[in-house]
């Protein structure tokens, strides 16, 4: 079965775009869709780039299509091509648009929809490197008067480095745990939503999922954010991933082999229970 | 083999943003698509879409994607999703850009590259619409000061319903021509850098191609455009397709046999030619 999927970087583009910085967002874009395809069981086999601007610079179109290129090659996956437009007013001077479509394959067999999940089950958490693709409206307004390139020791890094982490790709420590047997009933990759719109979306009906907050790491950019807008806990979770960018439910007895796969990896957040729709986050 | 590719309708969405008219161009783009991967011989499997603007107006996105679904139902094509994406900051106000990929089969011993081209086969031209995709950066300056709205007897209508024009798909003539047995030897999108450009890509070493002006009608648009903005000829074939958006190499036998399968919308316009490269118009 072949699966598809296409996204854009969205408004990470304008932090890049602050600090001249395009090496990276390529990455951001190729591991986006990598694991919107995961979640559904498939691995990438090509990929495609748009890039769109006012005025095209080879040196910045070299760095955002040199990312998008070590990013596949990094998940075994063949950069086929794409396009690049020059389209004066349609975007604002100095802006750019960074949009794939990514095309992998998984056996029908094992297309993964979250239907065998059970109350009873495990959410085990991986670990995000930070705001990955999603918040920065948010996060630029809230962070908009700070100055970014200066290191603040709440952070152990400057604004700027924070916000434009690459967003991880979840392929390959999936993999590991296929590979060593373990009984992966879903995964839900944590974009726009938080985990309370993006999990539910793989959950069947009559079961709904409680995630407990304090049994993973929050990156400190998620503070520093909540503190300066003075954000509520709600919109937080609604907005962020809030350090976990992948989620993956298992059987009970699993865990443990999970955890012995991805050593250091992987926290177990939250569980499966029956007769509520929905996450609740609890504290 | 899987064939790939991804294009966005350019600023042709500035002539539909000037007219608030959004029904058109998702077609455009699915057509373009279509029509980018026929050439390498694929019919198309599924398509994906991106829109993204400052601020998403739902009967507006409606609009956008019904034209694109409209068009994959017209090629058999499956729409299999897409994304929209609000980036205030990144477009100017009110703009949008409307992105596509489109994914294609064809079976390995039937790819069409032109290595089969020779000196004496027939180049066919199937007519446009008008400028298709390309063209409307200079279109737009030459024409700024006109009334679009406003027919014109030269055009037989107004400016913007010639500019707006949907760009065809070729994909059932051609599929008409293979079912009539044609020995299709090369396909030829006609897009940005005119015949002067895409044609040279099908064309294997030691070979050209001369194109007859005169042999196909011109739709009147690239005659104001040209008369309007005094553009030279030269140019006008290197922006614009000029009224022929595909051109078929077929061997000199089989000209008959195209024209009799797609009666009345087959140009007989040049020849292929030994020893020399590129193409020649002439006059």
Not at 41 to 53: K, S
Not at 187 to 210: K, M, S
Request: glycine letters at 12%; a negative charge.
């Amino acid at each position: 079965v072949l699966v598809a999927s296409t996204d854009s970087v969205g408004t990470k583009m304008m932090v890049a775009a602050r600090m001249g910085r395009w090496d990276t967002v390529g990455q951001d874009l190729v591991n986006h869709c990598v694991n919107d395809i995961l979640v559904q069981g498939a691995r990438p086999i090509f990929f495609l780039d748009y890039v769109a601007t006012t005025h095209i610079d080879p040196e910045q179109i070299a760095a955002l299509v040199g990312g998008v290129a070590a990013a596949c090659r990094a998940v075994g996956c063949a950069l086929l091509g794409g396009e690049t437009a020059e389209l004066p007013g349609v975007y604002q001077p100095g802006e750019v648009d960074l949009v794939g479509a990514i095309v992998g394959v998984v056996e029908r067999a094992r297309v993964l929809d979250g239907a065998r999940i059970r109350p009873g089950d495990a959410v085990l958490g991986l670990p995000s490197t930070g705001l990955h693709t999603n918040g920065f409206s948010l996060a630029r307004r809230v962070l908009a008067d700070l100055d970014w390139a200066a290191p603040l020791p709440e952070l152990g890094t400057s604004p700027d480095e924070a916000l434009l982490a690459v967003h991880r790709s979840y392929l390959k420590p999936v993999q590991r745990l296929w590979a060593a047997g373990v009984d992966v009933r879903g995964l839900a990759h944590i974009t726009g939503g938080g985990f309370v719109d993006n999990l539910p979306r793989i959950l069947p009906a009559g079961v709904g999922a409680v995630i407990r907050r304090g049994t993973w790491p929050e990156p400190p950019i998620f503070g520093l954010i909540q503190r300066v807008g003075q954000v509520a806990d709600d919109e937080m979770f609604h907005v962020f991933n809030m350090g976990l960018g992948m989620l993956v439910v298992v059987p009970p007895e699993q865990v443990s082999l999970a955890q012995a796969t991805l050593p250091g990896e992987v926290y177990v957040v939250g569980g499966i229970v029956a007769g509520q729709a929905g996450v609740t986050i609890s504290r």
